[in-house]
């Protein structure tokens, strides 16, 4: 890790992905200038040489998704960075990499749009499309950070529960995020926890590729080392071969997403702030967080019962902890760059027990305190 480790350092949220991505083992970086996560693969460029691992600029955001699909094949832990239009054209492959379970982390810096909106203004408009944005029933890892300090712990992170997971793991963060600057000081390499895929116990003659172990991941050979096996992102057996049958489709459906519903309590995390004997309940995360923490200080010195709960986890969502604290809390506002996106979980999970209202800004700048106090106050 170089000098960078054990030295507090102004350090910018992009550049600390960069720094977690290579502490958590990634040796394989391809992708395509775009704003405002080009950072992230500029310093990899530098970077990754550095340590034996290899940058590979693409032609295009498809082909950076196919390349890092490939690269995990072969065993070489690998991410790509993107924003807005990109994350739309990684989308097909995304699903691939979700089908044929391949552990890869593709970095979400949102910006402003539809379309190609303000490459350079702040944004959450991908919430939905981080769930969903490939087609079919799938499962998904989002996680959010907002700090640059958690930018590095989150890549950790993220690249870990792809290992051990055997699937794609998205690090949704926003323009605010990217491109702020904090003081950091980076663990020492011995004290990163780094996961690593699991191998096969077998020879290659007795080697399911997608034969599950109880924990319902199967063990991943790497290509080139004497296993052979197809993979393909169509409905599959355990072999790799494609199926139309019914029974095997509908066992490969449950299994991929029962292998991420059965260890929430793991992937799953939050943040509460003053939620013990709140009334309000304010949900943010990203950089709309760091405004929330403000208003509710300022809320908290006026007198108001309010608390925060910041989603580290978007997806899965934190259902349990918003249920719990539907069972006492009398209303919640969601505050988000977008129009609603993750309200309309809140609301799915709340279910009528509390108001559940919002703050939001499509314009290109941050939520401020100000806006989510004064909804405070106007719900209160």
Known sequence: MSQLVNMARLMQGNEAVAEGALAAGIRFFAGYPITPSTEVAEILAERLPEVGGKFIQMEDEIASMAAIIGASLAGVKSLTATSGPGFSLKQENLGYATMAEVPCVVVNVQ????????????????????????????????????????????????????????????????????????????????????????????????????????????????????????????????????????????????????????????????????????????????????????????????GLPVGLIRPITIWPFPEQAIHQLADRAKRFVVAEMNLGQLRGEVERVVKGRAMVTGVNRVDGELVTPAEILAAIKEVG
């Open 111 to 302: 910006r402003s749009g539809p379309s190609t909106g303000i490459p350079t203004a702040p944004a959450q408009g991908d919430v939905m499309q981080a769930r969903w944005g490939t087609h079919g029933d799938h499962p998904a890892i989002a996680l959010c950070p907002a700090s640059v300090a958690e930018c590095f712990d989150l890549t950790v992170r993220a690249v870990n529960f792809a290992e051990k997971y055997r699937t794609p793991v998205i690090l949704l963060m926003d323009e605010v995020i990217g491109h702020m600057r904090e003081r950091v000081v980076l663990p020492p390499a011995d004290q990163v926890m780094v996961v690593d895929r699991k191998k096969p116990a077998v020879g290659p003659d007795r080697y399911y590729a997608y034969r599950p172990d109880e924990d319902g991941v199967p063990p991943m050979a790497n290509f080139g080392e004497g296993y052979r096996y197809h993979v393909t992102g169509l409905v599959h057996d355990e072999a790799g071969n494609p199926s139309t049958n019914p029974k095997i489709a509908e066992q490969l459906i449950y299994r991929l997403h029962n292998k991420i519903d059965s260890r929430l309590d793991e992937i799953v995390a939050v943040e509460e702030m003053e939620t013990a004997d709140a009334e309000v309940v304010v949900v943010a995360y990203g950089g709309v967080a760091r405004s929330a923490r403000r208003a509710v200080k300022e809320a908290r010195q006026a």
